[in-house]
Each structure stands twice: as C-alpha cells, then as structure tokens.
C-alpha cells in the first residue's frame, strides 16, 4: 500500500470512533504526518464539538512542526460556519503545506469550496485516496444529501424453513429465533444508526422496546408505522426511553387530530402520508424522515413493512440472520434479490449481509 494510501486507511479507521454520535456531520477521521511518522490524529467529536481536522491538530505536540506537515482527512475539510468555525481556515492558520483528502463532500455547504479555499492559500492539495473506500465509510452522509432520504438498512432474522415468525402466538412477546450474542449485534447496530423503524402489527405481535439495552449507546428515534391508528398508548414504544415518531393515513386521521382526539405527548408526535397510494408508501416515508433530519435507519420488520421497501426497491443493506430453529408453518421472509457483501457465523447463527446493488 502506498503512503497515502496507508494514512488514509488510518483516517477511516479512527473515523469509525465516532459512528453514532456526530450526526447531522460525517464521522469523519484526520491524521497529521510529519517524516513519514504520525504526529497527530483526531476524528469528529459528538455533534456540537471539535471537526476531526481540528482535534488532529490540537493534538499535536510541536505545533511549530504543522508547516512543514502533511494533514491527512477522510472527506473534504469544510469551509463554512456552522456550530464551529471552517476547518479550512483553520488549516490555513497554521500554515499546513500539503492536504490529502480522501473524497469531496457533496454536501451543498462545501461541495469543493473547501478545496478551492486552501489551493487558494497556496496549499497543495491532492483529492481521491481511497476515494472509492470514504465514500463507503460516509454512505449514510452521501444518501442523505444526494439522495434526500435516509440510509436504509433492512434487518431480520429468519428459520432454517424460512419463516420470520409463527403462524400464532401465546403471548405478546417476540419469538426468538436467535441467540444472545446476535442479539446483542442487533443492539449495537441500534446505538449506531439514528432511527429504527416498524410496522403497527410488530409492535402489536411483540410490544417491543426498540432501545438499546445491551448494548452502551444513544436509543435510535422510533419510527411506527399505525395507518389506522390503533395502536394503544399504553405499549413500550411510546414510553419516555426515546423519540417516537408515528406515521398515519391522511384522511381521516389528521380530522381526528384537528378535532382534538389526539394529544401531542412528550416524546412522541404525529406525521401523515397516504396509505392508499400503494406504489409510494416507501416514498412517502422516506420523505417524512429526511424532513426530520434522519439519516439513516434500520427498518425491523414486519414481513409487509420491509416488502413495501423491498418492492420500491427503497433499501441499501440487508442484515439478514439464519437462526438454528425450525417453525415449519408461519409468516414468510421477505422475497429480495441483491449481490452478497459478507456472510459469518455468530455461534450457531448465521449473518448474511447483502447490498441493494
């Protein structure tokens, strides 16, 4: 691997630090090479704090050493004001000479202006290191703003037989298909992405959290699909553990709100689109969460709410565990097609990772 390459690779990795904390900004990773040897390293702090330039550069020792370094950054460095100052000024501050960037932000906020301020100041710049590999790293950033919709992530476990749950059930509970360890994937995954979704007959089946509790992390925004809106307030996911977002049908329903029938609670609130337009449900929905800001979310289930995704070909990843267990009758997988990305064992499941190419 080349020198470039081999410090850019080092920005990728420090960025993933601060998967899950930074958004609305990029997790983005810097690192700061003076003689062929590191002297600094930083990544994006939570939302509110330091950009990944600034914390690589205030962790250098020598200061005095900055002009005559290479800083390293896993996306372009930004060139405007927002909750801090433009990371570019401050590179230019300190006179740093050469700046390798790993790909340029798309975001209409920097969108090159960043590169064209430090050539400007006489820095030498080169652009598209790993170019292919940051974009990667930045996919929930890059959808976002290029796509106006979230990163979509579908996730489910299913049987050896290839049902997602049981014909009927005893209790109101979820039936496990998989083991603890997955499990507890499943949670990390939540503390990573901003917003989990569901359909209204999920949370009737299993009356779920969906929080993070195995894990150690910030709980995703709930997003439930209740067309009808028939789903008791009572349940666990309009509790005061996170956000609840509620999407309903448009007719009838936003009367019913006009009038009165439903009161906004702390942490839960209500947005409409149209059901009945079956070709667009998806659409719609990805349409309310990028006017909330979300930039990515694992949709859970059930069965018809990750189809509807599935069909309107809504989707980027697909999360899908293979439990050592047999239903032989009761709800069926979904039906989707898409090239492989990596398949592991965790104990005695199975996980397949694919890509909505």
Not at 138 to 156: A, C, E, M, S, V
Not at 254 to 275: A, C, P, T, Y
Not at 319 to 345: C, D, H, M, W, Y
Request: one cysteine or more.
């Amino acid at each position: 691997m080349k020198p470039h390459e081999t410090f850019i690779k080092r920005c990728l990795q420090i960025a993933e630090n601060g998967l899950g904390t930074t958004r609305p900004n990029p997790m983005v990773g810097s690192v700061i090479v003076y003689n062929n040897q590191i002297i600094g390293e930083g990544f994006t702090s939570a939302y509110g704090g330091n950009h990944a330039e600034v914390n690589a550069i205030n962790s250098v020792k020598d200061k005095s050493l900055l002009k005559k370094a290479t800083l390293y950054v896993s996306l372009e460095p930004c060139s405007h004001f927002g909750k801090t100052p433009p990371c570019s000024d401050l590179i230019i501050k300190h006179q740093i000479p050469n700046v390798v960037i790993g790909c340029k932000d798309d975001n209409s906020l920097v969108a090159g202006k960043g590169i064209e301020k430090l050539k400007n100041a006489g820095c030498n710049v080169i652009l598209g290191v790993l170019e292919s590999e940051c974009k990667a790293h930045h996919k929930r950033f890059f959808t976002f703003h290029n796509k106006k919709r979230p990163y979509i992530i579908l996730k489910w476990a299913e049987t050896l037989d290839g049902f997602i749950a049981p014909e009927t059930k005893q209790e109101q509970k979820p039936v496990w298909i998989t083991n603890a360890f997955s499990r507890q994937l499943v949670h990390k995954w939540r503390a990573e992405e901003q917003a989990i979704l569901v359909g209204a007959n999920a949370v009737l089946q299993d009356n779920p959290h969906l929080t993070v509790r195995d894990w150690t992390g910030q709980n995703p925004i709930r997003i439930v699909l209740d067309k009808e809106r028939m789903l008791s307030k009572e349940l666990r996911v309009f509790n005061n553990e996170a956000e609840t977002l509620v999407i309903c049908n448009e007719t009838e329903n936003r009367k019913k709100i006009l009038e009165g029938d439903v009161q906004k609670i702390n942490n839960w609130h209500l947005e409409f689109i149209n059901f009945n337009l079956k070709t667009a449900v998806a659409q719609q929905i990805c349409e309310v969460l990028f006017n909330h800001g979300i930039q990515s979310v694992i949709i859970e289930g059930g069965s018809q709410t990750l189809q509807t995704f599935i069909d309107e070909a809504l989707w980027d990843e697909a999360r899908v565990f293979t439990g050592n267990v047999l239903f032989q009758s009761g709800v069926k997988a979904p039906r989707f097609s898409g090239p492989l990305i990596s398949e592991e064992k965790i104990s005695t499941d199975i996980l397949k990772i694919y890509s909505n190419d």
